[in-house]
């Protein structure tokens, strides 16, 4: 039978029960204190001893609000995804009605690159790389987050431009995904495995309307 504890949503990210009053003081300092250990250390080498000493609380606090070091994780981290795209403003309706459809896709994806490729975004990127064998749910949480705030728009906005005519993307899906590969996806790369690797304002320019141009070669009328 299954308890409180042991609820998970859909992803399978733990269901942490509210907490009231001081309890939710304690808590927040908690998750606080567990993002930074965890961003900083990774999952194996990070210690509830620290993240309680951070937190200012006991270790047995912890356990009684988080059940065990994997739902802490878990809930910390699948709690944070969600917020890394809290900047990115819906797009369909801004691409599918803009009169210069090049100028929208550069300022578009020149827009989410330099959001993404913000350091505590990288960290957090790493972070569910390296643990993705041992906890799929945060890449299945991850993907479907960026797909929603991300893909899903401009897939909308390229059905209606081919239905328009202005484009010519009849899997707009697809081509939303080689859009984002060519342009934002290409430098991700690069940070991700090259954390010190700079970027400059004119390379990241260079790549981003480099990439829309290979794009509407391909799918413009």
């Not at 606080?32 to 000493?53: C, M, P, Q, W």
């Not at 991300?150 to 484009?167: K, Y």
């Not at 495995?193 to 990439?211: H, M, N, V, W, Y």
Request: net charge negative; glycine share 6%.
């Amino acid at each position: 039978m299954e308890t409180e504890s042991d609820q998970v949503d859909k992803y399978g990210i733990p269901i942490i029960p509210a907490a009231v009053n001081v309890s939710q003081q304690k808590r927040e300092s908690i998750i606080d204190a567990a993002v930074t250990e965890f961003l900083r250390e990774g999952y194996t080498a990070a210690s509830v001893d620290a993240i309680a000493t951070r937190a200012g609380v006991s270790k047995p606090t912890i356990y009684k609000h988080f059940g065990s070091k994997e739902r802490l994780f878990l809930a910390v981290i699948g709690g944070i995804l969600p917020a890394t795209y809290a900047d990115l403003e819906p797009c369909n309706s801004t691409i599918a009605d803009a009169p210069d459809l090049r100028a929208a896709l550069v300022s578009l994806t020149g827009d989410w690159a330099r959001l993404l490729l913000r350091e505590d975004i990288m960290t957090l990127r790493r972070l569910v790389i390296g643990e993705i064998d041992r906890f799929p749910q945060l890449g299945n949480l991850w993907y479907q987050v960026t797909y929603d705030m991300n893909n899903r728009p401009l897939v909308e906005a390229f059905t209606i431009l081919h239905e328009r005519g202005a484009l010519n993307v009849p899997d707009a899906a697809l081509a939303v995904q080689q859009l984002v590969a060519i342009t934002v996806g290409v430098l991700q790369l690069v940070r991700t495995f090259q954390p010190s690797a700079a970027i400059s304002d004119a390379e990241l320019g260079r790549t981003i309307a480099s990439g829309v141009d290979t794009f509407l070669a391909r799918y413009a009328m």
